[in-house]
């Protein structure tokens, strides 16, 4: 399975590297018949043909030009029944250690398909859409999160759609990509705010990894030590596993 991955990904390298684009067809018209919230929620994704389950990390992010990390978890995506490209959202951010509470809706915009994929008979697709959320007002530091994001799906023989992860293996993947702002009730400011599954949007100056995200260590102090301490080595020190788990704590719980 890992060497069709890379054929495959190399395949479509060559398309690049020689100016021919990567055609696909529009889905817009279709993507409505499907529910897609657990794109946004899944806990865990299949790999090697659904036959390998892994469990999906924390989304990665950061707000403002120091790339101060950013913590965001969705707890419920609900289709419109009276609108199925439109999702409501309720989830929270943290900060440091200020946690907001937020609700708001995701909009589909466009919907594609791949004429050809990496995997046979499964057809691979995005979404691609606006998203405005809404911090409680009567929170710390609250404000709205708004932006653009893409969403990568995949349909199996089933007509099942699913998260796409069949590239999980290759270097830089990526998935459920947000790239916006977020602005101040208080003071009307606006920040860069960005996050995406295992890479950011627009991180080039803070993500310096090649096959997988790894911060600039001049932003260490911005909220990143424990991510590195938990992802820079293996766990086989006492320290490392306590990192680890932190990542992986549920602190919208709190």
């Known amino acids: 399975m890992r060497h069709l ?113 990496d995997v046979p008979n499964l057809k691979q697709g995005f979404v691609k859409g606006r998203y405005t959320f809404y911090e409680n007002p009567h929170q710390n530091g ?25 590239a999980f293996v290759a270097d830089g993947f990526k998935n459920n990509q947000f790239e916006g702002t977020w602005t101040s009730y208080q003071n009307r400011e606006s920040k860069t705010c960005n996050w995406g599954d295992y890479r950011i949007p627009d991180s080039d100056e803070l993500d310096i990894g090649a096959g997988e995200f790894s911060p600039l260590e001049k932003y260490t102090s911005f909220g990143w030590e424990n991510y590195i301490k938990a992802w820079g080595s293996y766990p086989d020190k006492p320290d490392v596993i306590k990192a680890r788990e932190r990542e992986k704590r549920k602190w919208w719980l709190d």
């Open 142 to 166: 609250a404000g709205v999160l708004a932006g653009n994001f893409k969403t990568d799906f995949y349909i199996n023989e089933n007509n099942e759609i699913k998260y796409d992860a069949i």
């Open 5 to 117: 991955l890379l054929t495959s990904l190399l395949a479509a390298i060559n398309l690049l590297v020689f100016g021919q684009d990567i055609r696909t067809s529009d889905f817009y018209n279709r993507i409505g018949t499907y529910d897609i919230s657990e794109l946004w929620l899944v806990e865990k994704f299949d790999i090697e043909n659904d036959t390998i389950s892994v469990e999906r990390l924390a989304p990665l992010g950061y707000i403002g030009d120091n790339f101060q990390r950013l913590h965001i978890h969705f707890i419920s995506a609900i289709q419109n029944h009276h609108n199925a490209l439109e999702y409501f959202i309720y989830g929270k951010s943290k900060v440091k250690e200020n946690i907001c509470s937020f609700q708001g809706t995701i909009i589909i915009e466009e919907s594609r398909t791949y004429d050809e994929g």
